[in-house]
């Protein structure tokens, strides 16, 4: 597509509920990354897929957040059991090989609220 | 690790007088340095970018940034703001263990426009 696309835009959930994330980057893209953005925080980053090569996930809190790119395409985050903490933004991005060079591209974000 | 400081929380600036957001980088070679803008209930939109040459580098929508590598600064400049600027402003490093290709965030400077 033209650009990142994130869904839903918008999540509330219940406590202890698990929710998936999805991210679809721009086409061509070999990296992808998520990052969390907390209210009146910076840019937390969360886990970061490069082509083939394993994801690096030094960012994930806890071994609640997972995530997975298939096909080298579509990701999607999944945040089991979750905790009001985890009420933020969380935002998706993607970048050429040489997206230290270009850049991300990032996507609108989804809304996450826990109540 | 690396980390990026911006030591404005917020900054207001008058329509049409001139704007400098600060940044500092910890890195002690030539970093790859970002400036990204959030406008309200979006993504990140990347303005301009500096990893070699020319340490003045100009941007989108008016917007240039001066690296210096004597203050490890990347302030961001514009010569004089429009109301549609205001926004929140991100500097961001690329992380050298990574290969610069994961992007560390400062934690964002709020920029009001007055009348």
């Known amino acids: 597509g033209a650009g990142v696309s994130q869904s839903p835009s918008n999540k509330v959930t219940e406590k202890g509920k698990d929710v998936e994330l999805r991210c679809d980057p721009i086409s061509g893209h070999t990296a992808l990354y998520w990052y969390r953005q907390s209210l009146g925080q910076g840019l937390e980053f969360l886990i970061y897929?490069?082509?083939?090569?394993?994801?690096?996930k030094s960012g994930l809190p806890s071994d609640r957040f997972s995530a997975e790119r298939t096909g080298g395409s579509v990701s999607t985050l999944t945040i089991q059991r979750t905790q009001q903490e985890d009420s933020a933004v969380y935002l998706c991005?993607?970048?050429?090989?040489?997206?230290?060079?270009?850049?991300?591209?990032f996507g609108s974000g989804t809304r996450l609220t826990v109540v | 690790a690396q980390s990026v400081t911006q030591p404005d929380i917020h900054i207001t600036v008058s329509e049409g007088a001139s704007l400098e957001l600060r940044c500092n980088y910890s890195y002690g070679a030539t970093p790859y340095l970002f400036w990204y803008v959030q406008s309200p209930g979006q993504g990140l939109q990347l303005l301009l970018k500096?990893?070699?040459?020319?340490?003045l580098v100009q941007g989108i929508k008016g917007f240039e940034a001066e690296f210096k590598r004597s203050q490890s600064s990347f302030n961001l400049r514009k010569p004089s703001v429009h109301w549609s600027d205001a926004a929140e402003y991100f500097c961001?490093?690329?992380?050298?263990?990574?290969?610069?290709?994961?992007?560390?965030f400062g934690t964002g400077t709020r920029l009001l426009v007055s009348p």
């Open positions: 897929f490069q082509g083939n090569s394993a994801p690096d």
């Open positions: 961001a490093v690329g992380e050298v263990n990574t290969g610069f290709q994961k992007l560390v």
């Open positions: 991005a993607s970048s050429l090989d040489r997206g230290r060079e270009d850049g991300y591209t």
């Open positions: 500096y990893f070699s040459g020319d340490t």
